[in-house]
């Protein structure tokens, strides 16, 4: 290494006991148990007699700088100054004394924000980024997002799920987002168009022939000019070539479509992890307040609520009553796109839900 060569600058998160609860820094590990007072509230008890309240409120996740500071002067003032965002974009204000939570709640509800999101109710949904900070979405996360929690803001503010429901999006079809107990993703519905004068300027031919999951891109002339064709035959329009070559444009207003998928979990004590399964698709990506997604979540939410006994998850009530059943509750068809015709489908039938019907 040379002499004066520059140190590595190391980035990532940042050590997070400085910006701990003093209160939890001492406990950390010695925590005795814990109970839900109310929706929206946590109450730990240590071994050592100490106590830690908190108290959790929803926000968009994508915050601008006055939102922010208000969240943090309401921390300021009512909460020593120790504030913790959640995976699932919410904040949380932690206080050692029962007597300054309602104080915490009334001052967030008065700043417009909604106290919830604990224990047996609809978390805030996991949010991926949209058009805002990502490069292929097909569509907007944001608004998917917020058009839905308008829709279901009691069912995060009042606990009367029969368990937890984590609700999550996904903006393209083959990055993050995630496993939920309901997840709303981009479905492609065609393969990509490819812009032939584009190609040979912008994109790698060799890494987007190595992306296609299928091999379905082989290296083409076009025109005299080098470029792609597609194999639509093969093509299972996930949308992986668009990334690393944005000419093979796959985003389209009328044939990127929505589709929900239930049922996805962690392992717990009782479970192994479960995979999510379609159960609609096709669905219009219809800004801005996606109607027809909105209504088939209210109405798997419906089901799950008047069905499940009680602390059943998604996945396990669907178990218990069996698919055909949950279809006919939820009043979802089963389409032709529930039919797997990937020709890797082989190895992935045994664990798949299809071949019960
Ligand atoms: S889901 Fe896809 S499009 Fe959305 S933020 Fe993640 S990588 Fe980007
Ligand atoms: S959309 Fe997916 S399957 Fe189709 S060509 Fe692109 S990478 Fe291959």
């Known amino acids: 290494m040379a002499k004066d060569m520059r140190e590595p600058i190391e980035s990532g998160c940042p ?19 814990h109970e839900h007072p109310r929706p929206g509230v946590l109450r730990h008890v240590a071994y050592s007699g100490d106590e830690i309240w908190t108290v959790k409120a ?70 991926t980024q949209g058009w805002l900070h990502c490069d292929i979405p097909g569509t907007d996360a944001s608004g998917v997002v917020k058009s839905m929690m308008d829709e279901l803001i009691d069912e995060f503010r009042n606990a009367t799920m029969p368990n937890r429901v984590h609700i999550t999006t996904s903006c393209c079809q ?35 022939v190595a992306r296609c999951p299928v091999a379905a891109i082989r290296p083409a002339m076009v025109n005299g000019k080098p470029s792609l064709e597609v194999d639509e035959r093969k093509c299972i329009c996930c949308g992986a070539c668009y990334p690393p070559c944005p000419p093979m444009q796959i985003n389209d207003a009328e044939h990127s479509k929505l589709a929900i998928w239930v049922g996805g979990n962690h392992s717990n004590a009782r479970g192994k992890p479960t995979f999510q399964k379609l159960v609609a698709a096709g669905i219009p990506n219809n ?36 698919w055909p059943r949950f279809f006919e509750e939820v009043e979802l068809p089963f389409t032709k796109y529930h039919i797997d015709t990937w020709r890797g489908a082989r190895a992935s039938f045994n664990s798949s839900s299809y071949i019960r019907f």
């Open 15 to 33: 050590d997070p006991w400085q910006y701990m609860h003093p209160v939890m820094r001492k406990n950390f590990g010695q925590w005795k148990f």
């Open 58 to 127: 929803g926000t968009q996740r994508i915050l601008d700088v006055f939102t922010l500071r208000k969240l943090c002067d309401i921390g300021d003032q009512l909460a020593d100054g120790y504030v913790h965002f959640t995976l699932r974009s919410n904040i949380e204000y932690m206080v050692t004394e029962e007597s300054r939570v309602a104080p915490l709640i009334q001052a967030l509800e008065d700043a417009g924000f909604i106290v919830g999101g604990t224990q047996n109710s609809v978390t805030m949904i996991s949010h």
């Open 174 to 208: 083959i990055n993050c987002g995630g496993q939920g107990d309901i997840a709303i993703n981009v479905q492609h519905t065609k393969p990509p168009k490819i812009n032939h004068d584009l190609v040979a300027n912008v994109c790698e031919r060799p890494s987007v």
């Open 287 to 322: 800004p801005p307040r996606w109607p027809e997604a909105t209504a088939i979540v209210k109405r798997i939410l419906k089901a799950y609520k008047e069905g499940a006994r009680d602390w059943e998850r998604v996945n396990e009530w669907i178990e218990r009553i069996g």
